[in-house]
């Protein structure tokens, strides 16, 4: 781990640690399955949506063929809106039908785990699937809900006041991800 001068941010993946950490899920995500065309990822708005696009692009690398991806927007299903605030509402995009699909969930940083759970509430109203999985680049602990990742790149145990950001090159222009810490008073 590294960090800036001035403390505020401290690197917890740099680029190619990121790159190498997402070979390495999509390797156990490929081990997990049967039949990798079953496959469908599901990002969770915001970051989960591009760090699923990535994935998918990792995954086809990997199996030789396209691995189906969208997005699921919990936003509706959420019961914790008055103490996160609200946001607009992203659209969820489905590649396919769920029915009958091995559906991986892909967030970059899991917390309380009510995101996790409003999404498997939002995922019901789009049919069945044969299997649901969780993958969360970053696990920083503070579970309200008994909702664990599946796949997890890294454990960061971190205090409620500071947050991770994943930073990828197609959106930000740098890759890694970050602790980012409240700056104190002085």
């Known amino acids: 781990m590294s960090s800036t001068a001035d403390n505020e941010r401290i690197e917890i993946f740099s680029e190619r640690e990121l790159g190498r950490t997402l070979a390495r899920l999509a390797t156990q995500i490929l081990e997990t399955v049967e039949d990798s065309r079953t496959l469908m990822l599901l990002g969770i708005p915001t970051r989960g949506v591009q760090l699923s696009r990535v994935l998918a692009r990792e995954l086809e690398r990997l199996s ?106 197609d959106v930000d222009g740098e890759e890694g991800v970050f602790l980012r810490r409240l700056s104190r008073p002085t």
């Open 64 to 169: 030789g063929h396209a691995i189906a991806q969208g997005a699921i927007d919990p936003t509706f299903h959420r019961d914790d809106l008055e103490r996160i605030g609200t946001r607009l509402p992203q659209l969820t995009t489905l590649p396919s039908s769920v029915e009958d699909r091995q559906v991986v969930l892909v967030d970059d940083v899991i917390f309380t785990g009510r995101t996790v759970r409003a999404s498997l509430e939002a995922l019901q109203n789009w049919g069945r699937p044969q299997r649901v999985m969780l993958l969360a680049l970053v696990d920083r602990g503070h579970r309200e809900l008994p909702i664990q990742p599946d796949f997890c790149g890294r454990v960061v145990p971190t205090r409620r006041s500071e947050t991770i950001e994943l930073r990828l090159r």
